[in-house]
C-alpha cells in the first residue's frame, strides 16, 4: 500500500522538509494547493515538483477518498482551520508548528480526531529531525543523568535567513501580525515545551510565567522578537527563551542549545553550530559521575516521518503520541495568552 498526500498551504520553508521526509519515507506526493501561489516558498516547492498537478481549489484535495494524508505549513492563523477540514474529510494531519493558535481550534480537533480515528501530529522539527536531541532522550530514558529535574531550552532564530526566505527579499508581511503569526511563543517557543515534557517524563504541565516583547522592531508595534516561559510539572521544571536576534556572522539560522540537569548529572546539547568548537552539528555533552564525554551522534537514526507512514498504513499513532501533541499545543497557547507584554515603541 503506498501512502498518498497532498500539501496544502505553502508559506512557511519548513514545507521543504516535511515534504522531503515523507517522499523519503515511500508516499508519494499527488497535489499541491495554497491560498497564495505567489508566496516564495510555494512558487520554490512548485519547482522542486514539477510533476506534481496544482489545484487552484484546496477542497478538491481534501474530498478525494484516494488521499490518506494532508500536511500543511500555512500561516499559522490557517493551520488548524486546514486540519480540521481535513480530519472532517477522514485524512489524517500533519502540520508544522504552531498547528493551532486558539483553544477553540485545539478542542475541535480532538474533537474530530477521537471521533475520525484519525491523527494529528505537529511536527517538532527541533527535536524530531535533530540526531542530538534525539540522542539525549536515549540517554536520559536509560537513566544516565538520573531524574530529569530542570530544563533549559534555546531557540534564538535570525530573523531574514535566505533558507526560510526562499529566494523572497524578506518575510512575509503575516510574519509580522500577532493574529496571524500566533505570537512568538506559541510558534517557535513549542519546540522546547515538547522537549521539556518528553524529557521529563510529563504528560501534563503547567505556565508558571511567560513574557514577550518587543525590543526591536519599532516599524512592526505589534510583532514579538523575545519569549520568555517558566514551566512546571509534578516532577520538574523547565525554562525557555526565544528571540529573533541570530547575528548574520553566524553560520547557521540559531545556536539552538538545551541543557537538562538530572539528579546524578547533566546533558549540553549545541544542536546546529559549536562556536569555535568542532566543525558541523549534534553537539551533544554528558557530566555524570565519572567525568565528562563528548558523545557522537552521528549513527542515530531519524524515524519521524516513517513512523507517520507505517501509522497512516497500520491505522496506530507511533511517531508522536497524540495527547503528547495536544498538550504541547495547550501550552503553547496558553503561555502566549498569559504573557506579561512589554513594548518599548
Known amino acids: 500500500m503506498s501512502v498518498r498526500f497532498a500539501a496544502i498551504g505553502l508559506d512557511h520553508a519548513h514545507i521543504f522538509g516535511m515534504v522531503a521526509g515523507l517522499l523519503a519515507a515511500g508516499a508519494e506526493l499527488v497535489g499541491l494547493a495554497s491560498d497564495d501561489p505567489e508566496a516564495a516558498v510555494c ?55 504552531p498547528g493551532v493558535v486558539t483553544v477553540d481550534q485545539l478542542e475541535a480537533i480532538k474533537k474530530l480526531v477521537a471521533e475520525k480515528g484519525k491523527f494529528w501530529d505537529v511536527v517538532f522539527s527541533e527535536r524530531f529531525g535533530v540526531k542530538s536531541a534525539i540522542k539525549a532522550g536515549e540517554l536520559v530514558h536509560a537513566g544516565r543523568i538520573g531524574r530529569v529535574v530542570q530544563t ?23 510574519f ?24 521529563t517524563g510529563s504528560s501534563k504541565g503547567d505556565v508558571v510565567t511567560s513574557t514577550v516583547a518587543n525590543f526591536n522592531h519599532p516599524e512592526h508595534p505589534d510583532f514579538q522578537d523575545f519569549g520568555d516561559i517558566v514551566l512546571s510539572s509534578d516532577t520538574a521544571q523547565g525554562y525557555v527563551r526565544v528571540d529573533w536576534f541570530t547575528p548574520q556572522g553566524l553560520p547557521t539560522w540559531g545556536d539552538g542549545r538545551l541543557i537538562i540537569t538530572g539528579t546524578e548529572g547533566y546533558i549540553e546539547i549545541r544542536k546546529y553550530v559549536d562556536i569555535e568548537g568542532r566543525p558541523g552539528t549534534d553537539h551533544l555533552f554528558v557530566v555524570d559521575q565519572n567525568g565528562t564525554e563528548y558523545v557522537d551522534c552521528s549513527d542515530v537514526e531519524l524515524t519521524f516521518f ?7 498504513k497500520n491505522g496506530t499513532n ?10 504541547v499545543s495547550r501550552l503553547g497557547v496558553l503561555a502566549q495568552e498569559k504573557a506579561t507584554v512589554r513594548k518599548l515603541f
Open 43 to 97: 512558487k520554490q516547492l512548485r519547482t522542486m515538483q514539477p510533476d506534481v498537478p496544482w489545484f487552484d481549489d484546496a477542497s478538491a484535495l481534501i474530498a478525494d477518498p484516494t488521499i490518506d494524508l494532508i500536511v500543511t505549513a500555512a500561516v499559522p492563523i490557517r493551520r488548524g482551520e486546514i486540519a480540521i477540514a481535513a480530519l472532517e474529510a477522514g485524512k489524517n494531519v500533519v502540520t508544522d508548528k
Open 152 to 174: 533549559l531550552g534555546l531557540g534564538p532564530h535570525r530573523e531574514r535567513d535566505a533558507a526560510h526566505l526562499s529566494g523572497g527579499s524578506g518575510r512575509p508581511d503575516w
Open 176 to 199: 509580522y501580525d500577532i493574529t496571524t503569526f500566533g505570537g512568538i511563543l506559541n510558534d517557535i517557543a513549542s519546540h522546547q515545551i515538547d522537549q521539556f515534557l518528553w524529557l
Open 306 to 312: 516513517a513512523d507517520v507512514v507505517n501509522d497512516v
Open 318 to 327: 507511533t511517531a508522536v503520541p497524540q495527547e503528547h501533541t495536544y498538550e
